[in-house]
């Protein structure tokens, strides 16, 4: 039998490349859709589809308009159980988006019980008794505190699920994960019998993430950061669904190497300057920016004749000290600015014949991944955790490597070119 089983929808992108790899690492075939794909758009041979949407701190009307848009995309495709990820800090507000989305996707499929659950161990999200923590403090005492869109200062889940859902949230205690899938089961029957749609599940270690996969599988919709989707797989292979070959094989592409970094985080700065050691590398000065064809202009000429002789690297990462100088002077739109001037040149790279790209920087990635129309992206091998390579579909054939500013070590670009040699 051939796919898509699970058809998952995203509230932001690098969150749905984080999801997809983690997908493919437990053997589904997973391809990425950047934005609901237009009409008539072929469904990929895969196991699983990711549609990732930009919905995480837009108005809660228009996340669960996207939201439902993206299932009802998926359910046509052919999928038969959603995933809803969101942050593992449960990034949100009282009046949403995870809560009314979550409403919204229940009521959209007619089911009445939903998981919800944010830990990720691996990164020291863990939930316990419904709180969350984040690392050793409570999420109201780390840095999601003060976060600019969506400050978290409850860190009891059931209660903030509660004030944004239409009823009361649940829990499912860590003494009844403990005791495995059955018991988690048993509980959700419980719940449901008094009408509780949607329980906050607690998970400490990924023992607890693959328990809770596994009594999910009867549930048509399952909500959690990346983690809560470790344990579903195993759900479809059971049934011998999911095909034992290698799922993060990509087919190979061939033509020259390219490195954009818009990125200032501290990691790809010491990464841009491991690269500039070893090749041609060009700095985008945000102070030239004034005639921005211009400036895209002139990083192409000097790029287009390196091209044959092997990888180039194209940079606007500055120290923050100078961030802060060209925010000055370009005022709030200097970092759009910069991506649209870094999307122009990435384009301009693939047209000169640019086939392996790795991109810096989270919002930068989303510029050019919209900048060169992708409709799909195949999820292939990891380069670093939370960075794989993947391949576009449905468009020009080639490898494309999405980094968020702080993944990855020093030696990053050289080892993803590595692996895409
Ligand atoms: P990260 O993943 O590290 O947060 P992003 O790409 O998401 O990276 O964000 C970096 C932002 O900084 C982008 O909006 C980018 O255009 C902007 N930017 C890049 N270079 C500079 C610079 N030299 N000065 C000011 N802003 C910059």
């Not at 942050?87 to 019980?113: E, H, M, W, Y």
């Not at 809770?212 to 292979?237: D, H, I, Q, Y």
């Not at 122009?344 to 919209?370: D, F, K, Q």
């Amino acid at each position: 039998m051939d796919g898509p089983w699970l058809g998952c929808i995203a509230d932001d992108f690098t969150g749905a490349t984080d999801l997809a790899s983690t997908l493919v690492a437990q053997g589904m075939r997973t391809v990425v859709l950047p934005g609901e794909p237009r009409p008539g758009f072929a469904v990929p041979r895969a196991d699983a589809l990711v549609v990732a949407l930009k919905s995480r701190s837009i108005p809660s009307a228009q996340a669960v308009a996207a939201s439902l848009a993206a299932l009802r995309w998926l359910q046509e495709a052919g999928c038969s159980q959603f995933f809803f990820k969101y942050c593992s800090t449960f990034d949100s507000t009282d009046s949403g988006n995870i809560g009314p989305v979550a409403d919204a996707l229940l009521d959209a499929l007619d089911s009445r019980f939903t998981l919800a659950c944010p830990a990720f161990p691996a990164n020291a999200r863990s939930v316990y008794r419904g709180y969350l923590f984040v690392g050793d403090r409570l999420l109201s005492e780390s840095g999601m505190r003060d976060h600019p869109l969506t400050p978290m200062t409850d860190p009891s889940l059931v209660r903030v699920l509660s004030r944004q859902m239409r009823s009361e949230a649940g829990l499912i205690g860590f003494e009844t994960v403990e005791q495995g899938a059955p018991a988690v089961v048993d509980a959700i029957r419980g719940l449901q019998s008094r009408g509780v749609r949607i329980a906050i599940a607690d998970a400490l270690t990924e023992r607890h993430l693959m328990t809770l996969g596994e009594a999910s599988a009867g549930l048509a919709l399952v909500t959690g950061g990346s983690g809560m989707a470790m344990g579903l797989p195993a759900n479809f292979r059971a049934r011998g669904w999911v095909p034992s070959k290698d799922s993060a094989a990509l087919p190979r592409v061939h033509g020259p190497c390219a490195v954009i970094a818009g990125s200032c985080s501290t990691m790809t700065r010491e990464q841009v300057a491991a690269m500039s050691a070893w090749a041609p590398s060009w700095f985008i000065d945000p102070a030239a920016l004034d005639d921005p064809d211009r400036a895209v202009g002139q990083a192409l000429d000097w790029a287009r004749p390196k091209l044959a002789a092997g990888p180039v690297l194209l940079y606007s990462t500055a120290a923050p000290e100078r961030v802060a100088e060209t925010q000055r002077l370009l005022g709030a739109d200097a970092g759009p600015c910069i991506e649209r001037v870094l999307a122009a040149i990435a384009r301009g790279l693939v047209a000169a014949g640019v086939r392996r790209l790795v991109v810096a920087g989270g919002e930068t990635s989303g510029a050019v991944v919209g900048a060169l129309g992708m409709p799909a992206l195949r999820i292939g091998p990891v380069i670093a955790p939370g960075v794989p390579w993947t391949a576009a579909e449905g468009g020009e054939p080639m490898w494309l490597a999405l980094k968020s500013g702080n993944f990855g070590t020093a030696d990053f670009f050289r080892t993803a070119l590595d692996l895409a040699g």
